[in-house]
C-alpha cells in the first residue's frame, strides 16, 4: 500500500519534473535557435576568421565588451552616446580605438572634399603668403590677392599676416581664428537646438573658408593633403564628392568646373606616383540641390562634359545641401531620367528624421532613377518596402553616423538606424561625411562608434572587416579583385601587427 | 535633299524623345508602384472608410499636414519633437488633440496602477483626514493615522492640514507639496541627463507617495477616479498592471497582495454598476524585477492564488522595474517555465537602448516563455529575427511613446521604432505607461504623438483607428465580438458628431 503510494507520489514528481524539463529543454533551444539564427543573419556573419584573427577578436571583444558592461551600469560613464563633441579626444586614447585606426578600412565612399582635414589644418593655411583677411561683424572672409582686394568689405581687407603680428596675441588671434573652420563648440546641446540652426552654421562653415580654399595652389594642396591623411587612417581609396567650385589664381584667372576636376585629377595622378600604395580617386559630381530645372540641366552638362575630357576620373553625379529644405529629387525627375542615359547616380536620400515628407521619399526616387548607392539613408529605416528594393537591387547605404549625430538626426548613437540596418544584413557602407568640420579623423572615428555604440554586442571583428570590405565592393572600381587581395595582405599584416602588441 | 534632312532630324528627335518618355514613364510607374506598396502595407491599410468617415479624415489630415508642413519649414516650431514636458500642454489647445480625446480609443493595455492621476489629483487626496506627514530633508513621507505616527522621522511627524494650516501660505506650500507628485520639471535636458538618473526619480516617485497611496480608502478610491479619468477620455476596458503592494487602515490592519487584488476586483465591480458602459478591468500581476530566485517563485505562487481567489480577474503575470539595471528574465527561466502551465505572460521586454545586452535579450526570452504580448519593445527594431518572430506568432507590443521618450530612450519621437513598426504592419497596441507622472491625459497624448510625429504623414484615420481596435483585439477579454461591436456603434457616434463640428 505505502509503496504504492510512494510510487504514486514520485512517479508522478517524476513525470511533473521531467514534463517541465522537457518544456525547459525546448524552451531553451528555441532560445539558442533565434539568438544563432541572429548571429548568423547579421552583417559580418559570412565571414570566417583564420587562428590568427581569432585572437585579434578576442582582444577587440573584452576591450568593447568592457566599455558596454561598464555603461550599462552607469550610463553616464558611456562615451559614445553623449554628444560627438564631449568625447571624440576621449576615445582616442583607448586601445580599441588604436587598434581601428590601425586597422586597413578600404575606402572612403561618402565624404565631401572640402571638409576632410581640421580646423588646426586650415588654420596652417592661413600661414599663407598674399591671403588677405576681412572681419566683418561676427564673421570673417578672406581672399589670396598680389594687392588689396577690390572686394566689397564692411571694414578693410589686410594681410591676414599683418592682422596676426598687430593682434598683439598671435596664439589668441589664432585661437580665435579657428573657431571658423569648426562647427566644434563647448555647448552644442544649448546653441544647436534644431537641425535648421546646425546645418545653417555648418554651410557658413563652407562658405566662410572658400576665400582660402578656392585659391587653386590652396586647393591642391589641401586635396594632396587630405589623401595623405586618408592615407595614414589607412584608407586605400576615395570617391570625393564636389560641388567643383570656381577655383581662382592671383592672376585673375577663374578657372570653371572642368577645370576644377582636372585639377582633382591632377592632384590625385601625383599623390599616387608618390604613393603606389594608394588607389586613387573618383569624381562624383555633386552641385547644391537648391536650384531650378535649368540650373540642373546644366549640371549634368557639366557632368558629361567631365566624362567626356576626363575620361575615367567621373564616378558619377549626386546632388547635396540640407535634404528637407533643398528641392527634392522628384522636381528634377525628368532631366533626371534624361541624365542616366549617360551617368551613374550617388543620391543623398533620406537624411532626415521626417517620415513620409519630400526628404525621405527622396528614397524612391533615388531607387527608381537606378541609384547606385544612396547616401545617409538615415530614414530608410521607416519604409520595409524601400529596405526589400535596395536589397533586391544590391543598392548600398553609405552611412555616417557621426554626421547624423552631429547634425541633429539623432541624439543617443544607440538610436541610429544603423543598427537595425546591420543586423539585416542590409549592403552598408561605412563613411564620414565631413570629419574635418567635426575635428574627426577621416574614418576612424566612424567605425569605432558603430563598433562600439551601434552594433549589436555580440558584433566582432568580422563586422569590421566586413565594412571594410563592402567599401572596395561597393565603389566603382573596375577591377576589383586586385584592390581586395592587396587589402587582403594588409589585413594580414596588421592582424601579425596587433597580435604583436604594437597598438 | 531637304526634306530628308528634316526628316533624318525630327526622325531622330522624335526618337529620342519617345526614348526618354518610356523611360520617364517607367520610372514614374515604378515610383508609383513602390509606393502603393507602402501604403498598402502600413498599420490600418485593411480599414475600409465610410464616406462619413472619409469627410473626417478630411479634417484630421489637414490638421496633421499643417504641423508637419511648418515642421519641416522650421522645425524649432514642430511640437512633437521637443521635450514632453515643454508641449504636453500646448498641443491641447489644437483641434486634432480635441478631436483624438473625443475618439474612442479602445482599451488600455500597459498602464502602471499608481501613475495614472495628475498631481493636481495627488495634491487633493492630501487634504483627506488623518494624513500625516515628515518633511525630511529634500524629501518628505506620509502616513495615515489615528495618533501620531511611530515610524522614525528625522524630524517630526505632524499632521499634513496642521503643516498646511501653519505655512502660512496654503498656495506656495501646495505648489511645493505637488512637486512631489510629479516628474515635470523645468529643465529636464539639464536634470534628466543620462537613464538611470531620470529612472532613480521616476522611482523615487513611487515610493514616496506610497504611504499616501497604499491607505487602503485612498487606493480604492484612487483606482475609482482613475478609471472615471480612462472613461472620460473615450477608454472602455483597462488591463492595469500592479506590484500588488500591501495596504493598511487606521485599525493597523497590513493587507497582502491577493487582498490588494481583491480590492481591484471590488472596485471595478463597482465601477462597472456605476458606469455600466465600462467593460472592466483585468489585472497583470507585476511584481519588481530586481529580486532573487525565491522571491520570483514566491511570486508565482501569489500568482496563481490570486487567479485561484478571484477566478477571471487575473490576466497574467510580468515583471517591472528598469530593464537595464533588474535582472533579466533568463535569470528565472526555470521557474517561469514552470509557472508558464498555469499563467499567461505579457513580459516587459526590450524597454532600453541597448543592443545585444540583457535587457533587449529579453525579448528572446518572453518570445518563447510564450508571452502574450511584450512591454516596450523597443529594441525589437534591432531584432530583425525576433520581429519575424512575434508576426508569426501574432505578438503585439504594446507601445509607449511618451513614456520612452521621457524616461530617456528616445529624444525626438521621430525616431521612435515605433515608425518602423507602424510602416512594416507589426501588431502594435498604443499606450501611456504612466502618464500621470509626466502629466499626460490616460492615452490622447500617446495618440496624438503618434499620429503627428511617429507615423508616416500619409498614415491617416485608419491607423487611429486600427491601434483603437488592436487593443481590444490584443486584450485578454474572452468575448471579443461584443466589446468590438460596441466600440464600432461608438465610433459612428464619434464620426457623426466630428461632422457636427463638436470638438
Same mark, same amino acid.
Given at each position: 500500500?505505502?509503496?504504492?503510494?510512494?510510487?504514486?507520489?514520485?512517479?508522478?514528481?517524476?513525470?511533473?519534473?521531467?514534463?517541465? +524539463? #522537457?518544456?525547459? *529543454?525546448? $524552451?531553451?533551444?528555441?532560445?539558442?535557435? /533565434?539568438?544563432?539564427? @541572429?548571429? =548568423?543573419?547579421? &552583417?559580418?556573419?559570412?565571414?570566417?576568421? +583564420? #587562428?590568427?584573427? *581569432?585572437? $585579434?577578436?578576442?582582444?577587440?571583444?573584452? /576591450?568593447?565588451?568592457? @566599455?558596454? =558592461?561598464?555603461? &550599462?551600469?552607469?550610463?553616464?560613464?558611456?562615451?559614445?552616446?553623449?554628444?560627438?563633441?564631449?568625447?571624440?579626444?576621449?576615445?582616442?586614447?583607448?586601445?580599441?580605438?588604436?587598434?581601428?585606426?590601425?586597422?586597413?578600412?578600404?575606402?572612403?565612399?561618402?565624404?565631401?572634399?572640402?571638409?576632410?582635414?581640421?580646423?588646426?589644418?586650415?588654420?596652417?593655411?592661413?600661414?599663407?603668403?598674399?591671403?588677405?583677411?576681412?572681419?566683418?561683424?561676427?564673421?570673417?572672409?578672406?581672399?589670396?590677392?598680389?594687392?588689396?582686394?577690390?572686394?566689397?568689405?564692411?571694414?578693410?581687407?589686410?594681410?591676414?599676416?599683418?592682422?596676426?603680428?598687430?593682434?598683439?596675441?598671435?596664439?589668441?588671434?589664432?585661437?580665435?581664428?579657428?573657431?571658423?573652420?569648426?562647427?566644434?563648440?563647448?555647448?552644442?546641446?544649448?546653441?544647436?537646438?534644431?537641425?535648421?540652426?546646425?546645418?545653417?552654421?555648418?554651410?557658413?562653415?563652407?562658405?566662410?573658408?572658400?576665400?582660402?580654399?578656392?585659391?587653386?595652389?590652396?586647393?591642391?594642396?589641401?586635396?594632396?593633403?587630405?589623401?595623405?591623411?586618408?592615407?595614414?587612417?589607412?584608407?586605400?581609396?576615395?570617391?570625393?564628392?564636389?560641388?567643383?567650385?570656381?577655383?581662382?589664381?592671383?592672376?585673375?584667372?577663374?578657372?570653371?568646373?572642368?577645370?576644377?576636376?582636372?585639377?582633382?585629377?591632377?592632384?590625385?595622378?601625383?599623390?599616387?606616383?608618390?604613393?603606389?600604395?594608394?588607389?586613387?580617386?573618383?569624381?562624383?559630381?555633386?552641385?547644391?540641390?537648391?536650384?531650378?530645372?535649368?540650373?540642373?540641366?546644366?549640371?549634368?552638362?557639366?557632368?558629361?562634359?567631365?566624362?567626356?575630357?576626363?575620361?575615367?576620373?567621373?564616378?558619377?553625379?549626386?546632388?547635396?545641401?540640407?535634404?528637407?529644405?533643398?528641392?527634392?529629387?522628384?522636381?528634377?525627375?525628368?532631366?533626371?531620367?534624361?541624365?542616366?542615359?549617360?551617368?551613374?547616380?550617388?543620391?543623398?536620400?533620406?537624411?532626415?528624421?521626417?517620415?513620409?515628407?519630400?526628404?525621405?521619399?527622396?528614397?524612391?526616387?533615388?531607387?527608381?532613377?537606378?541609384?547606385?548607392?544612396?547616401?545617409?539613408?538615415?530614414?530608410?529605416?521607416?519604409?520595409?518596402?524601400?529596405?526589400?528594393?535596395?536589397?533586391?537591387?544590391?543598392?548600398?547605404?553609405?552611412?555616417?553616423?557621426?554626421?547624423?549625430?552631429?547634425?541633429?538626426?539623432?541624439?543617443?548613437?544607440?538610436?541610429?538606424?544603423?543598427?537595425?540596418?546591420?543586423?539585416?544584413?542590409?549592403?552598408?557602407?561605412?563613411?564620414?561625411?565631413?570629419?574635418?568640420?567635426?575635428?574627426?579623423?577621416?574614418?576612424?572615428?566612424?567605425?569605432?562608434?558603430?563598433?562600439?555604440?551601434?552594433?549589436?554586442?555580440?558584433?566582432?571583428?568580422?563586422?569590421?572587416?566586413?565594412?571594410?570590405?563592402?567599401?572596395?565592393?561597393?565603389?566603382?572600381?573596375?577591377?576589383?579583385?586586385?584592390?581586395?587581395?592587396?587589402?587582403?595582405?594588409?589585413?594580414?599584416?596588421?592582424?601579425?601587427?596587433?597580435?604583436?602588441?604594437?597598438?
Amino acid at each position: 500500500m505505502w509503496l504504492v503510494i510512494v510510487y504514486l507520489l514520485f512517479g508522478d514528481a517524476q513525470l511533473v519534473l521531467s514534463t517541465v +524539463s #522537457d518544456r525547459y *529543454e525546448n $524552451v531553451i533551444n528555441e532560445r539558442d535557435t /533565434l539568438f544563432k539564427k @541572429e548571429i =548568423d543573419m547579421m &552583417l559580418g556573419s559570412d565571414i570566417v576568421l +583564420s #587562428d590568427s584573427e *581569432e585572437k $585579434v577578436n578576442e582582444i577587440i571583444i573584452e /576591450l568593447k565588451h568592457r @566599455e558596454l =558592461d561598464t555603461g &550599462l551600469l552607469e550610463p553616464g560613464q558611456f562615451n559614445v552616446s553623449k554628444h560627438f563633441f564631449e568625447y571624440k579626444e576621449t576615445i582616442k586614447e583607448t586601445n580599441l580605438f588604436k587598434i581601428i585606426k590601425r586597422m586597413p578600412k578600404g575606402a572612403i565612399l561618402h565624404a565631401h572634399d572640402i571638409a576632410i582635414l581640421s580646423p588646426d589644418y586650415v588654420l596652417g593655411l592661413t600661414y599663407s603668403e598674399k591671403l588677405y583677411v576681412c572681419f566683418e561683424e561676427d564673421d570673417v572672409r578672406f581672399l589670396f590677392s598680389k594687392d588689396i582686394p577690390k572686394d566689397t568689405c564692411g571694414t578693410r581687407w589686410q594681410l591676414l599676416r599683418d592682422a596676426r603680428f598687430s593682434s598683439g596675441n598671435v596664439e589668441k588671434f589664432d585661437a580665435e581664428l579657428k573657431k571658423y573652420f569648426t562647427i566644434v563648440i563647448d555647448n552644442p546641446e544649448e546653441v544647436y537646438t534644431d537641425i535648421n540652426i546646425v546645418w545653417s552654421i555648418f554651410q557658413d562653415y563652407f562658405v566662410r573658408f572658400s576665400g582660402i580654399i578656392s585659391y587653386k595652389p590652396v586647393w591642391e594642396k589641401y586635396f594632396y593633403d587630405a589623401l595623405k591623411a586618408l592615407r595614414d587612417d589607412n584608407i586605400m581609396y576615395l570617391e570625393i564628392r564636389s560641388t567643383l567650385p570656381q577655383l581662382y589664381d592671383l592672376e585673375g584667372n577663374v578657372f570653371d568646373s572642368l577645370a576644377t576636376a582636372q585639377s582633382y585629377k591632377d592632384v590625385s595622378d601625383k599623390f599616387v606616383i608618390d604613393y603606389p600604395d594608394f588607389y586613387g580617386v573618383k569624381l562624383i559630381y555633386s552641385p547644391l540641390r537648391l536650384v531650378d530645372y535649368s540650373t540642373v540641366k546644366s549640371y549634368i552638362e557639366i557632368a558629361k562634359n567631365i566624362d567626356n575630357k576626363i575620361p575615367g576620373f567621373l564616378a558619377g553625379f549626386d546632388l547635396v545641401g540640407q535634404e528637407d529644405l533643398g528641392a527634392p529629387i522628384k522636381y528634377f525627375l525628368p532631366q533626371l531620367v534624361e541624365a542616366g542615359k549617360y551617368l551613374k547616380f550617388f543620391f543623398h536620400a533620406g537624411e532626415t528624421n521626417w517620415n513620409g515628407m519630400s526628404p525621405d521619399e527622396n528614397i524612391f526616387d533615388a531607387i527608381v532613377l537606378g541609384t547606385q548607392r544612396i547616401g545617409h539613408g538615415f530614414a530608410l529605416a521607416k519604409h520595409p518596402v524601400l529596405i526589400e528594393e535596395i536589397k533586391k537591387r544590391d543598392i548600398a547605404i553609405e552611412v555616417n553616423v557621426i554626421s547624423n549625430a552631429v547634425l541633429g538626426l539623432v541624439k543617443d548613437v544607440r538610436n541610429h538606424p544603423l543598427s537595425s540596418y546591420l543586423a539585416q544584413n542590409l549592403p552598408v557602407v561605412l563613411s564620414c561625411d565631413d570629419p574635418g568640420a567635426w575635428e574627426a579623423d577621416p574614418l576612424s572615428h566612424d567605425f569605432y562608434v558603430t563598433f562600439v555604440g551601434v552594433a549589436n554586442r555580440h558584433a566582432d571583428l568580422k563586422l569590421l572587416k566586413k565594412l571594410a570590405l563592402n567599401s572596395l565592393y561597393y565603389s566603382t572600381l573596375k577591377d576589383k579583385d586586385k584592390i581586395i587581395h592587396e587589402f587582403e595582405i594588409r589585413w594580414i599584416r596588421f592582424i601579425d601587427s596587433i597580435l604583436k602588441g604594437n597598438y
